[in-house]
Structure formats: structure tokens, C-alpha cells
């Protein structure tokens, strides 16, 4: 086989495999078919212009680099095309899958030099191609599409340059403008570069993953001060509702004694209105349990108490069993920031429209909660999330990404709708 066919079929190989490390680390924006008809259209696009550089001008530098980096900017297009968050995450995927096939290219030339065997250079490509590919799948896919779930790491700009640089040394040391195979002296650096670039990805992704593990660390410490100071508050309520109701036992006689005074006298009116103050006194002093879950009681007990002093009214309908397959916290949390949205965007209405109708439903088989609010400043929704933005600027919108990061932790799915002043946000999750 020519020199000629056997580049035109490793290129083939690089591109089949470059579309599968897309199709398997992208959040897909589209269904799975029309994910795969792109990646199809793309991989003919690829062969096509490989055509031009390998085949019709071979010689030309000017060809070769032209037909190149439109290559470059086709993947990294389709790629963020692809994707359902679109940023320097995606773009730095996407470098980085151009690196790994480029390794499996460069092992089928250096076969090709040192057997002479198409046949046994294409299986040694493909081979590295499936073990880099199952490597990455089963070390890090999980931890990566962590990493969509919310933005933990801000400096991903500067990481794009690691994979653009080992990118630009491959095509220097290994392609243009002199091919292995015209300096075949420059194996041993290439090899060396490949595990210098695979060393510096381990590091990379040590770096990501510690970082997603600090952040869960501190988010979780966060929201277990709040759930202390909470109980800490809860508890404060409690004490203060026994000190009362001491206070209303060793006050109770001398209520009997005015009501039979007042009895003797018949004066049933003064009786009607001790009976309401003393009812009055009961009920301020009445220990509110929303749910029997009690994490879930000690938040509802928080937002009811911060709604009260608002004068927001809550309608709240609390179904929560104890045996669910829910986290507590997370589920503490998500219910939190859902509250807390619709109490900012009711907070300045006029009073018949300060309310909020919340129903959960948390049992052993499903997750259902539906929460509905008034609201007027236009609601804008996401393109792709359909999930509403933030007003308040880059920095803010955490909430609505942590209560989209727990229904796609379990399976759920998430609607929002505006219709006639009512905005309303179902979540809903079988187990």
C-alpha cells in the first residue's frame, strides 16, 4: 500500500474515533440520532477536505495548512454545536479529544516505519485508539460530566492552552512540515511527547476532580451550618413555647376563676372573648410540624417563618415520607432555592398577590413538587435549559443550576411555565 492510502485511511480512523470521544463526553443539545447524523455529516466533511491536502495538492504547504485549520475550526464547531452548555469546558474537550486521536495517528505512522505493514500499523492504531478511548471512559466520563453540572472551576480558558500547545507540537513535530516518514529521527521525541501529554492530563484531571471534591465539601459544610443554626433557632422556638406554656398552666386558674365569676354574672360575652384569648395564647404557642421528616420540618419551619415576616402567604401541601430516595440535604436544599426564588419575585407585588401554592410529594417509588407564584417583570427562559436566568449578572443563577444538577441526578425532569401573570415549576422523579 502507498504512503498516499495509508495516510488517507489513518486519517479515517482518527476522525471515526474523534466523533465517538464527542458523542460520548458532550452533554448532547440534541437527541441521540440527530447527534449521530451530525457526527456522520462531519466525519465526510473531514475525509472530504483530507482529499485536497493528501490526494489533489500534496505538495502544497499552503494547501496542507489552509484545508488544516479549517479542520480545526469545523471540530471545535461541532463540538460546541453539539453541546449543551456552550463555554471554555466544551472547547477545552474538544482540544483535548483532537490530542488523544492524534496519539492513535501518530502510532499507526510509526508502525508503518518500522514494519512496512499497513495491515499490522492499522490494527496497532486502532487498538490505541480503543484502549485511550475505554480508559478515558470508564476513568474519567463520570468526573468530567461532573464538571457541567455547575461551574466549580473558572479558570478554564487558561487550561485550553494545554491542549492547544501539545496540539501545535504534534503537528510540528509529527505532520508538518516534515512527516515521520520523511524524518523518521524524530520518533523517539514524538513518543516522548505523547507520554509527557498523557502525564500532563492525569495531573489536569487530578486538579479537576480535587476541585469538585472541595467544592462539594464546602457546599455541604454550608448547608449543614445552615441546617445547624436552624435547629439551633428551632430548638430556641421550642424552649420559648414550653417557658408559655408553663406561664399559660400557672395563669389557667385564674382564667377558671374569671370565667365562673363571669358565669354568675351571666355575662356570656366576656366568656366568649377569655375563651378566644386563651385560645389566642394556645395557638401562638403551638409547635408548627409541617412534615415528619425532620431536616425537610426544620427548613419549612425556617421559610415559613421568613415568608411570615414578609408577609408573603404560603400555601404549602407536604407529603414527605421518611423512607425516600433522596438525600436529605440536597433535597433540603433544592426545596430552599426554589422558596427563596419565589419569595424574591413575589416580595414586591401588591398584597393579594404576595403568596406562593407549594405541593410536595416525596415517597418511596416518586418526587413530586409543583410550586406556583405570581409575578410581573418578564420571566426569561433559558434557550437550552428552559430553566429561568438570572437577573442579578454572571455570579448569580447557582440556585436554578443546583436544582437542575438534583433532577438530572435522579432521572427527573423540570418545567417552567408563564402563563397569565403565574409562573410555575414542576419537578418530578421516579425512582
Given amino acids: 500500500m502507498g504512503m498516499e492510502n495509508f495516510r488517507n485511511i489513518s486519517y479515517m480512523i482518527s476522525h471515526v474515533f474523534l466523533m465517538v470521544f464527542f458523542y460520548l463526553f458532550t452533554v448532547h443539545r440534541f437527541s441521540k440520532r440527530k447527534t449521530v447524523g451530525i457526527c456522520i455529516f462531519v466525519f465526510f466533511v473531514l475525509n472530504f477536505t483530507d482529499c485536497f491536502k493528501l490526494n489533489f495538492y500534496p505538495d502544497s504547504d499552503l494547501c496542507y495548512v489552509t484545508v488544516t485549520v479549517f479542520q480545526i475550526l469545523i471540530v471545535q464547531f461541532t463540538n460546541i454545536f453539539l453541546s449543551k452548555t ?205 412534615c415528619s421528616n425532620l431536616v425537610m420540618n426544620t427548613i419549612l419551619t425556617n421559610i415559613m417563618e421568613k415568608a411570615s415576616s414578609m408577609g408573603i402567604r404560603i400555601n404549602l401541601d407536604a407529603a414527605i415520607s421518611e423512607a425516600k430516595a433522596v438525600n436529605d440535604y440536597e433535597f433540603a436544599a433544592v426545596t430552599a432555592n426554589l422558596f427563596e426564588n419565589a419569595i424574591m419575585c413575589v416580595q414586591d407585588l401588591e398584597e393579594e398577590k404576595k403568596y406562593v401554592d407549594i405541593k410536595i410529594q416525596c415517597e418511596e417509588d416518586h418526587l413530586f413538587i409543583d410550586m406556583k407564584n405570581p409575578y410581573e417583570k418578564e420571566i426569561i427562559l433559558d434557550s437550552l435549559t428552559g430553566l429561568p436566568k438570572s437577573r442579578r449578572g454572571e455570579n448569580h443563577g447557582f440556585g436554578m443550576q443546583s436544582i437542575s444538577a438534583f433532577a438530572d441526578k435522579l432521572g427527573g425532569n423540570i418545567g417552567c411555565y408563564c402563563e397569565g401573570g403565574i409562573f410555575r415549576i414542576i419537578l418530578f422523579a421516579k425512582f
Fill in 86 to 290: 456552550r463555554d471554555s469546558r466544551v472547547l477545552f474537550m474538544g482540544l483535548s479529544a483532537s490530542n488523544y486521536v492524534i496519539a492513535g495517528s501518530v502510532i499507526a505512522s510509526v508502525l508503518f516505519i518500522w514494519t512496512g505493514h499497513a495491515f499490522l500499523s492499522f490494527a496497532g492504531s486502532i487498538a490505541v485508539h480503543i484502549f485511550i478511548l475505554l480508559f478515558l471512559y470508564i476513568k474519567i466520563k463520570d468526573t468530567w460530566l461532573k464538571c457541567f453540572e455547575k461551574e466549580y472551576i473558572g479558570n478554564w480558558w487558561q487550561l485550553c492552552l494545554i491542549p492547544i500547545f501539545f496540539y501545535c507540537g504534534f503537528s510540528f513535530l509529527a505532520f508538518f512540515p516534515y512527516r515521520l516518514d520523511d524524518n523518521p529521527d524524530n520518533i523517539p521525541g514524538v513518543l516522548i511527547f505523547i507520554i509527557t501529554m498523557f502525564v500532563s492530563y492525569i495531573v489536569v484531571m487530578h486538579y479537576v476532580e480535587s476541585e469538585l471534591e472541595r467544592n462539594d465539601i464546602h457546599w455541604r459544610n454550608v448547608l449543614s451550618e445552615c441546617y445547624i443554626k436552624d435547629l439551633e433557632s428551632h430548638n430556641h422556638s421550642v424552649e420559648q413555647f414550653e417557658q408559655n406554656l408553663k406561664i399559660l398552666r400557672h395563669d389557667i386558674k385564674h382564667y377558671s376563676g374569671l370565667i365562673e365569676q363571669l358565669l354568675d354574672q351571666k355575662e356570656y360575652g366576656e366568656v366568649r372573648n377569655a375563651v378566644k384569648h386563651i385560645n389566642h395564647v394556645v395557638d401562638e404557642n403551638k409547635i408548627m410540624r409541617y
